[in-house]
């Protein structure tokens, strides 16, 4: 019993992390190589306008100022094109992902209805062993007896939480 909840484990964790990983690949977004040189020449254009600040030069300067301002118009509109190319792309990839765990979910259900996922001493779930148990106790060991639905609950649950705490090594390029 105890191979079946660490197994139920390892599954909702693995879809946890892919859920947590899509979730930070949307937020954090990907620059592109045009992106990256466009930010490059605006902040040269910036810097080289800022150089030139006497009143000779103030024409080079407004120039050059405008030019690093129509870079930026031209990096927002890239960055507005390649944003909506890739919500599209992680909307399905979300979407594939929930069938996905519903299936997984649904297959674990089926597989565990009938048995008990584990068993645990009755002091460790003491206020809260009625809610975890669906059948009752052990009777030859007087353990509380844990179904499938409850602990799909908690493995989802803490799992989502130790992905969220130990995101920092997804982060990593």
């Not at 259900?109 to 460790?124: D, G, I, S």
């Not at 353990?143 to 130990?166: A, D, N, Y």
Request: glycine share 4%; net charge positive; charged share 20%.
């Amino acid at each position: 019993m105890a191979l079946a909840a660490i197994f139920v484990l390892l599954i909702v964790s693995a879809l946890q992390l892919v859920d947590r990983y899509l979730d930070l690949a949307k937020k954090r977004g990907s620059q592109s190589d045009e992106q990256i040189k466009l930010r490059l020449e605006i902040k040269q254009l910036m810097t080289e306008a800022n150089q030139l600040s006497t009143p000779s030069t103030f024409a080079q300067a407004a120039k050059l100022k405008r030019l690093a301002v129509a870079k930026e118009k031209e990096l927002t509109k890239i960055q507005e094109q390649d944003t909506k190319g890739q919500q599209s792309l992680y909307d399905k990839y979300g979407k594939i992902l929930l069938v996905t765990k519903l299936l997984v979910y649904a297959l674990l259900v089926l597989w565990f209805w009938r048995t008990p996922v584990t068993t645990v001493p009755r002091h460790l779930l003491h206020p809260f062993g009625k809610m975890f148990s669906l059948r009752g106790v052990d009777s030859a060991t007087g353990h509380v007896v844990v179904g499938i639905l409850p602990w799909l609950l908690l493995t989802s649950r803490v799992s989502k939480l130790l992905c969220q705490k130990f995101s920092f090594v997804l982060l990593r390029p």
